[in-house]
């Protein structure tokens, strides 16, 4: 064969491996490889559900919405029995003492008296002591350890002029209570309303007044890491006042009605 014929069966042999390559007929294990991650990225960006997302290291984040979030906002649990009540002191007035009297509990501490404002927590000797002496609700509390303390007051302090003191008066006894009882639970309970017949004598016991001085009990209550409680919510009817059959005077609780306050208690217990 002559050479010049030689030189034209090799070009045409090299352009020949060169169309082969380029129809990739050679090469093909590469390209699958290739178009194999291709699909499995895409896949993987799909997969993820349109209310979730996927952060700069491609975790994925949970909605805000989960159930461990919705688990933890819940702070009240089932009903307690009443051994729940075991280690409570109860604070108030003549509503706190009537609920002690109305129901019979007498596991609970109870520093209540009628006419009782919070302004006299600490002035008026009148509660026996382990020593046999007479003293002050605070000298009472000074003495052992409670688990938990109850409050209500307001309805004899609802006439006070400046509801403003009232509350810094509150905000004290709570702080006053968390001194002496170090690691206390402290439920600070709204204000019963009062029926629509009282409520219509229109002169200081006002279901408005009781109202507003709930919702800066409330705030307070808040404010210095003590659960609201509302028992008020058990009590009354459809319209905001307190039952008709659920008080003589307007005011002060039937048994019946101490009952189901104390059972809106056992239904309202942090853990």
């Not at 019979?104 to 009628?114: C, D, I, S, V």
């Not at 302090?157 to 810094?168: D, L, N």
Request: aromatic content about 8%.
């Amino acid at each position: 064969m002559k050479r010049a014929e030689l030189g034209i069966m090799v070009v045409l042999l090299c352009i020949f491996i060169v169309l082969i390559i380029k129809s990739g007929w050679l090469g093909t294990d590469t390209y699958q490889e290739e178009s194999s991650q291709g699909l499995t990225t895409e896949s993987s960006e799909e997969s993820v559900p349109e209310n979730e997302s996927q952060d700069s290291a491609g975790a994925v984040s949970m909605p805000e919405n989960s159930d461990s979030a919705s688990t933890e906002s819940s702070a009240i649990e089932e009903k307690a029995d009443l051994t729940y009540l075991d280690d409570a002191v109860f604070i108030g007035d003549s509503r706190t003492q009537g609920l002690q009297l109305g129901t019979g509990l007498t596991a609970p501490r109870f520093l209540a008296e009628r006419g009782m404002s919070i302004d006299k927590m600490g002035e008026d000797a009148l509660y026996e002591l382990a020593t046999g002496q007479m003293g002050t609700a605070y000298d009472v509390l000074g003495e052992k350890t409670y688990g938990k303390a109850y409050l209500m007051f307001g309805i004899n302090e609802i006439g006070w002029p400046y509801p403003e003191i009232f509350i810094e008066d509150y905000r004290k006894l709570v702080r006053k209570i968390k001194e002496l009882q170090p690691g206390i639970l402290i439920y600070v309970q709204g204000i019963i309303p009062v029926s629509a017949e009282k409520d219509a004598e229109g002169d200081v016991f006002t279901n408005a007044r009781i109202e507003e001085r709930n919702q800066m009990i409330k705030t307070m209550a808040e404010e210095e890491g003590c659960t609201y409680l509302s028992p008020g919510d058990a009590l009354i009817g459809e319209d905001r006042a307190l039952r008709p059959d659920a008080s003589t005077d307007g005011i002060h609780l039937t048994a019946e009605y101490c009952e189901l306050w104390l059972d809106y208690l056992l239904q309202h217990t942090v853990k």
